[in-house]
Protein backbone atom coordinates (compact mmCIF):
# COMPACT_ATOMS: atom_id res chain seq x y z
CA UNK A 1 0.00 0.00 0.00
CA UNK A 2 2.70 2.25 1.10
CA UNK A 3 4.49 1.68 -2.04
CA UNK A 4 1.70 1.98 -4.40
CA UNK A 5 0.86 5.38 -3.05
CA UNK A 6 4.93 6.41 -3.39
CA UNK A 7 4.78 5.55 -6.75
CA UNK A 8 1.80 7.51 -7.13
CA UNK A 9 3.29 10.75 -5.36
CA UNK A 10 6.14 10.14 -7.47
CA UNK A 11 4.20 10.04 -10.74
CA UNK A 12 2.47 13.29 -10.15
CA UNK A 13 5.35 15.23 -8.96
CA UNK A 14 7.06 13.96 -12.53
CA UNK A 15 3.84 15.46 -14.40
CA UNK A 16 4.25 18.83 -12.23
CA UNK A 17 7.52 18.81 -12.98
CA UNK A 18 7.37 18.95 -16.67
CA UNK A 19 4.46 21.05 -17.11
CA UNK A 20 5.98 23.61 -15.60
CA UNK A 21 9.71 22.68 -17.40
CA UNK A 22 8.47 22.85 -20.56
CA UNK A 23 6.49 26.49 -20.64
CA UNK A 24 10.39 27.25 -18.73
CA UNK A 25 11.95 25.65 -21.94
CA UNK A 26 9.80 27.51 -24.36
CA UNK A 27 10.15 30.83 -23.14
CA UNK A 28 13.94 30.80 -22.62
CA UNK A 29 14.11 29.31 -26.40
CA UNK A 30 12.17 32.63 -27.49
CA UNK A 31 14.55 35.00 -25.55
CA UNK A 32 17.79 33.47 -27.40
CA UNK A 33 15.86 33.52 -30.55
CA UNK A 34 15.03 37.28 -29.89
CA UNK A 35 18.71 38.06 -28.51
CA UNK A 36 20.25 36.75 -32.27
CA UNK A 37 17.70 39.18 -33.78
CA UNK A 38 19.05 42.95 -33.02
CA UNK A 39 16.95 45.61 -35.56
CA UNK A 40 19.08 47.51 -37.56
CA UNK A 41 19.72 51.22 -36.28
CA UNK A 42 18.13 53.73 -38.87
CA UNK A 43 21.38 55.45 -38.39
CA UNK A 44 23.18 52.69 -39.85
CA UNK A 45 20.78 52.29 -42.55
CA UNK A 46 20.79 55.63 -43.96
CA UNK A 47 24.84 55.34 -44.06
CA UNK A 48 24.36 51.73 -46.04
CA UNK A 49 21.37 52.97 -48.31
CA UNK A 50 20.67 55.12 -51.05
CA UNK A 51 17.15 57.20 -51.71
CA UNK A 52 16.45 54.37 -54.29
CA UNK A 53 17.32 51.80 -51.63
CA UNK A 54 21.11 51.02 -53.25
CA UNK A 55 23.55 49.88 -51.00
CA UNK A 56 25.91 53.07 -51.33
CA UNK A 57 29.68 52.30 -49.62
CA UNK A 58 29.47 48.90 -48.65
CA UNK A 59 30.32 45.32 -50.73
CA UNK A 60 27.13 44.51 -53.00
CA UNK A 61 26.55 40.86 -54.29
CA UNK A 62 28.68 40.88 -56.89
CA UNK A 63 31.39 42.47 -54.95
CA UNK A 64 31.83 45.74 -56.12
CA UNK A 65 31.31 48.89 -53.76
CA UNK A 66 29.06 51.54 -54.69
CA UNK A 67 30.03 54.03 -57.02
CA UNK A 68 29.25 57.26 -55.49
CA UNK A 69 31.68 56.39 -52.57
CA UNK A 70 34.03 54.77 -54.85
CA UNK A 71 34.47 58.43 -56.77
CA UNK A 72 34.91 60.45 -54.02
CA UNK A 73 37.89 58.34 -52.63
CA UNK A 74 39.71 57.61 -55.69
CA UNK A 75 39.03 60.72 -57.94
CA UNK A 76 40.11 63.03 -55.43
CA UNK A 77 44.04 64.23 -56.40
CA UNK A 78 45.59 66.21 -53.86
CA UNK A 79 46.86 69.84 -55.26
CA UNK A 80 50.92 68.99 -54.98
CA UNK A 81 49.77 65.78 -56.54
CA UNK A 82 47.39 67.19 -59.30
CA UNK A 83 50.39 70.06 -60.26
CA UNK A 84 53.33 68.27 -60.71
CA UNK A 85 51.30 66.15 -62.95
CA UNK A 86 49.85 68.93 -65.11
CA UNK A 87 53.32 70.34 -64.93
CA UNK A 88 54.93 67.14 -66.52
CA UNK A 89 52.26 66.09 -68.62
CA UNK A 90 52.94 65.03 -71.77
CA UNK A 91 49.11 64.79 -73.07
CA UNK A 92 48.44 67.41 -75.08
CA UNK A 93 45.15 67.07 -74.78
CA UNK A 94 44.38 67.17 -72.02
CA UNK A 95 46.85 69.87 -71.20
CA UNK A 96 44.65 71.53 -73.85
CA UNK A 97 41.34 71.30 -72.44
CA UNK A 98 42.54 72.02 -69.10
CA UNK A 99 43.47 75.86 -70.70
CA UNK A 100 40.47 76.01 -71.88
CA UNK A 101 38.32 75.26 -69.08
CA UNK A 102 35.73 77.38 -67.62
CA UNK A 103 36.54 78.22 -64.22
CA UNK A 104 34.36 77.47 -61.23
CA UNK A 105 33.03 80.35 -59.52
CA UNK A 106 34.08 82.51 -57.27
CA UNK A 107 31.85 81.62 -54.70
CA UNK A 108 32.90 78.11 -54.40
CA UNK A 109 36.05 79.55 -53.28
CA UNK A 110 38.38 76.07 -53.01
CA UNK A 111 37.74 75.31 -56.06
CA UNK A 112 38.12 78.35 -58.23
CA UNK A 113 41.94 78.55 -56.00
CA UNK A 114 42.47 75.54 -56.97
CA UNK A 115 41.91 75.77 -60.74
CA UNK A 116 44.29 78.55 -61.20
CA UNK A 117 46.64 77.28 -58.89
CA UNK A 118 46.61 74.13 -61.66
CA UNK A 119 46.60 76.85 -64.51
CA UNK A 120 49.95 77.96 -63.36
CA UNK A 121 50.98 74.11 -64.24
CA UNK A 122 49.75 74.20 -67.14
CA UNK A 123 50.57 77.65 -68.32
CA UNK A 124 54.25 76.49 -67.72
CA UNK A 125 53.69 72.87 -68.94
CA UNK A 126 55.82 73.40 -72.92
CA UNK A 127 54.23 70.55 -73.79
CA UNK A 128 51.17 72.95 -73.65
CA UNK A 129 50.18 73.47 -77.09
CA UNK A 130 51.73 77.16 -77.90
CA UNK A 131 47.87 78.43 -79.16
CA UNK A 132 47.14 77.72 -75.60
CA UNK A 133 49.63 79.16 -73.70
CA UNK A 134 48.38 82.09 -76.15
CA UNK A 135 45.24 82.44 -75.07
CA UNK A 136 46.38 81.93 -71.50
CA UNK A 137 48.16 84.77 -71.62
CA UNK A 138 45.77 86.94 -73.18
CA UNK A 139 42.87 86.11 -71.16
CA UNK A 140 44.14 85.68 -67.32
CA UNK A 141 44.43 88.05 -65.07
CA UNK A 142 46.61 86.30 -62.29
CA UNK A 143 49.89 86.86 -61.61
CA UNK A 144 51.03 83.66 -60.67
CA UNK A 145 49.90 82.16 -64.19
CA UNK A 146 51.44 85.84 -66.25
CA UNK A 147 54.57 85.12 -64.38
CA UNK A 148 55.02 81.81 -65.68
CA UNK A 149 54.25 82.81 -69.29
CA UNK A 150 56.23 85.84 -69.15
CA UNK A 151 59.19 83.63 -68.99
CA UNK A 152 57.78 81.37 -71.75
CA UNK A 153 60.49 80.40 -74.75
CA UNK A 154 58.19 81.70 -77.39
CA UNK A 155 58.22 85.12 -78.29
CA UNK A 156 54.08 85.23 -78.79
CA UNK A 157 53.15 83.79 -75.26
CA UNK A 158 55.66 86.95 -74.19
CA UNK A 159 54.13 89.38 -76.52
CA UNK A 160 50.43 88.27 -75.73
CA UNK A 161 51.28 88.63 -71.45
CA UNK A 162 52.92 92.20 -72.80
CA UNK A 163 49.62 93.16 -74.15
CA UNK A 164 47.55 91.89 -71.17
CA UNK A 165 45.99 94.71 -69.33
CA UNK A 166 46.00 92.90 -65.91
CA UNK A 167 49.34 92.50 -65.74
CA UNK A 168 51.06 94.58 -63.14
CA UNK A 169 53.04 97.39 -63.29
CA UNK A 170 56.20 95.55 -62.70
CA UNK A 171 55.48 92.70 -64.97
CA UNK A 172 54.90 95.16 -67.72
CA UNK A 173 58.00 96.74 -66.88
CA UNK A 174 60.14 93.98 -67.34
CA UNK A 175 58.69 93.24 -70.44
CA UNK A 176 59.73 96.08 -72.14
CA UNK A 177 63.44 94.84 -71.21
CA UNK A 178 62.74 91.44 -73.20
CA UNK A 179 64.76 90.16 -75.80
CA UNK A 180 62.58 90.60 -78.72
CA UNK A 181 61.85 93.72 -80.19
CA UNK A 182 57.76 93.36 -80.49
CA UNK A 183 57.64 92.16 -77.06
CA UNK A 184 59.30 95.45 -75.54
CA UNK A 185 57.38 97.48 -78.02
CA UNK A 186 53.96 95.92 -76.98
CA UNK A 187 54.54 96.31 -73.32
CA UNK A 188 55.53 99.81 -73.68
CA UNK A 189 51.98 100.43 -75.07
CA UNK A 190 50.28 98.77 -71.81
CA UNK A 191 48.56 101.33 -69.83
CA UNK A 192 50.16 99.27 -66.84
CA UNK A 193 53.49 99.98 -67.99
CA UNK A 194 55.07 102.91 -65.30
CA UNK A 195 56.39 106.20 -66.45
CA UNK A 196 60.13 105.28 -65.27
CA UNK A 197 59.57 102.37 -68.04
CA UNK A 198 57.95 104.15 -70.36
CA UNK A 199 60.56 106.78 -70.16
CA UNK A 200 63.08 104.44 -70.81
CA UNK A 201 61.65 103.40 -73.56
CA UNK A 202 61.34 106.19 -75.67
CA UNK A 203 65.41 106.70 -74.63
CA UNK A 204 65.93 103.50 -76.16
CA UNK A 205 66.76 103.76 -79.80
CA UNK A 206 66.11 100.17 -80.34
CA UNK A 207 62.43 100.93 -79.64
CA UNK A 208 60.48 101.06 -83.23
CA UNK A 209 58.83 104.52 -84.80
CA UNK A 210 54.97 102.80 -83.91
CA UNK A 211 55.67 102.46 -80.10
CA UNK A 212 57.06 106.14 -80.22
CA UNK A 213 54.15 107.38 -81.98
CA UNK A 214 52.31 106.01 -79.30
CA UNK A 215 54.19 107.13 -76.86
CA UNK A 216 54.70 110.87 -78.45
CA UNK A 217 50.87 110.93 -77.59
CA UNK A 218 50.51 110.07 -74.26
CA UNK A 219 49.27 112.77 -72.13
CA UNK A 220 47.88 114.36 -75.39
CA UNK A 221 45.35 112.10 -77.56
CA UNK A 222 46.55 109.03 -75.51
CA UNK A 223 45.59 109.34 -71.28
CA UNK A 224 45.07 113.07 -71.14
CA UNK A 225 44.36 112.98 -68.09
CA UNK A 226 48.07 111.79 -67.59
CA UNK A 227 50.57 114.26 -64.86
CA UNK A 228 51.15 116.66 -67.48
CA UNK A 229 54.65 116.65 -66.39
CA UNK A 230 55.65 112.82 -66.80
CA UNK A 231 54.05 112.31 -69.72
CA UNK A 232 55.67 115.84 -71.01
CA UNK A 233 59.25 113.87 -69.77
CA UNK A 234 58.38 110.52 -71.85
CA UNK A 235 57.27 112.97 -75.65
CA UNK A 236 60.54 115.08 -75.36
CA UNK A 237 62.34 112.28 -74.99
CA UNK A 238 60.70 110.39 -78.07
CA UNK A 239 61.34 113.90 -79.75
CA UNK A 240 65.10 113.07 -79.29
CA UNK A 241 64.86 109.72 -80.38
CA UNK A 242 66.81 108.89 -83.36
CA UNK A 243 63.94 106.02 -84.74
CA UNK A 244 61.14 108.80 -84.45
CA UNK A 245 59.23 109.63 -87.48
CA UNK A 246 59.25 112.77 -89.43
CA UNK A 247 55.32 112.85 -88.75
CA UNK A 248 55.58 112.36 -84.93
CA UNK A 249 58.60 115.61 -85.08
CA UNK A 250 56.08 117.76 -86.94
CA UNK A 251 53.31 116.99 -84.28
CA UNK A 252 55.95 117.20 -81.59
CA UNK A 253 56.86 120.32 -82.87
CA UNK A 254 53.30 121.80 -81.58
CA UNK A 255 53.31 120.17 -78.20
CA UNK A 256 51.83 122.68 -75.63
CA UNK A 257 54.89 121.78 -73.83
CA UNK A 258 57.77 124.19 -74.81
CA UNK A 259 60.54 122.10 -73.82
CA UNK A 260 58.99 119.09 -76.28
CA UNK A 261 58.45 121.65 -79.08
CA UNK A 262 62.44 122.95 -78.73
CA UNK A 263 63.13 119.62 -78.87
CA UNK A 264 61.66 118.47 -81.30
CA UNK A 265 62.52 121.82 -83.43
CA UNK A 266 66.06 120.92 -82.71
CA UNK A 267 65.71 117.70 -84.38
CA UNK A 268 64.12 119.17 -87.58
CA UNK A 269 66.76 121.42 -88.49
CA UNK A 270 69.67 119.47 -87.17
Partial sequence: MLDSMSASEESNQQIRSEGISRPVQQVTQQAKQQS?????PEAARSLQTGSGGETEGVPEADGRAGDRTKDSTTDFEPLTDSYERLRHSTDRAELSEFA???LPDKANQAAFSRATALLEAVAGNPNTPAEDRVFLAQTMPFPNVLVKL??????????AVAGNADDKNWLAGRLTKDDDSQVRDVALRNKQT???MRLEGAQNPEVGAQTLDFLGKLGIEIEPDASPVLSAMVRREVA???????????QLMQDPSQQVANAARGRMTA
Avoid at 36 to 40: S, V
Avoid at 152 to 159: A, G, I, L, M
Avoid at 240 to 250: T, W
Fill in 194 to 196: SWK
Fill in 240 to 250: LNPNCSEAMLR
Fill in 36 to 40: QYQPE
Fill in 100 to 102: RRP
Fill in 150 to 159: SQDPVPEVRK
